[in-house]
């Protein structure tokens, strides 16, 4: 059993020229499921997948580069007929989703066309489509969970970690620890904040979160284009491993 990881979007909330936000598809072999859905993601998922073939969502934390592209996917399920599909939100999801729901003037059915709204518990293991999902909390400027997908077949050793968007703090190190792919976000080329004020990554930070946790290879993502050659070539002199850029379209398999 395999699990692969698909890079539909790796900007941040500032877009890339051509590219989308936060996105991505994994795959353990019972039909795909996409982490994250930020702006721009709706469009690149048709370039890799059929809506059809895809199973479940799953949001980190309610900020608009991570979900806002449900809007436009809720209109192609609808418009097109499709089954409804399992919304993961975190447990801050539903007044936010309400609350787009009240500033749009639209009715009460408007998510519920598309979805099936279930709001996770990060301090329980999320079982789904031939996964296990561990959670931690991160450190960011609202509420977000880092997660830790590993197959769930007993004979599949490979995991993928995921950072949402963070500071460097102990509960991701030990979350991702010893994974064979992180994906960390990389949004800052420097940081002008305290540490208490803190809640992206640096390139350097980025590598000394994987360092600290043993992780196989460093896949950063979450990054503006204008930087990304100095931001990957800085991570790559702090991280002992393996170290790249998520590209778009690039698929990663453990």
């Not at 399992?86 to 787009?100: H, S």
Request: glycine share 8%.
């Amino acid at each position: 059993m395999t699990l692969d990881l698909t890079i539909v979007g790796s900007a941040s909330a500032e877009p890339n020229p051509g590219g989308a936000s936060s996105c991505y598809l994994l795959d353990a072999g019972e039909g795909q499921l996409v982490l994250e859905c930020g702006h721009g993601a709706a469009a690149k998922l048709l370039l890799h997948t059929s809506i059809d073939r895809i199973k479940a969502i799953l949001i980190s934390h309610m900020h608009p580069d991570h979900f806002f592209d449900i809007v436009p996917l809720k209109y192609y399920i609808t418009f097109n007929g499709l089954p409804r599909l399992p919304l993961y939100v975190p447990p801050t999801g539903p007044a936010i989703l309400e609350g787009m729901i009240r500033a749009l003037d639209e009715k009460d059915e408007f998510w519920g066309s598309a979805y099936d709204i279930r709001v996770f518990d990060p301090d329980q293991e999320l079982c789904l489509l031939g996964m296990r999902i561990r959670m931690a909390p991160t450190h960011h400027f609202i509420p977000a969970w880092a997660m830790r997908f590993s197959s769930l077949n007993g004979t599949a050793s490979g995991a993928i970690g995921y950072t949402s968007d963070t500071s460097v703090v102990e509960p991701v190190v030990e979350l991702v620890r010893g994974t064979d792919v992180l994906l960390a976000e990389c949004s800052v080329v420097t940081q002008a904040k305290s540490e208490r004020d803190q809640g992206h990554l640096t390139p350097e930070q980025a590598a000394e979160l994987a360092r600290r946790a043993h992780a196989r290879r460093l896949l950063l993502t979450h990054y503006p284009s204008a930087h990304a050659d100095s931001m990957v070539r800085h991570a790559a002199q702090a991280f002992d491993g393996p170290c790249s850029l998520a590209v778009e379209g690039a698929t990663y398999r453990v």
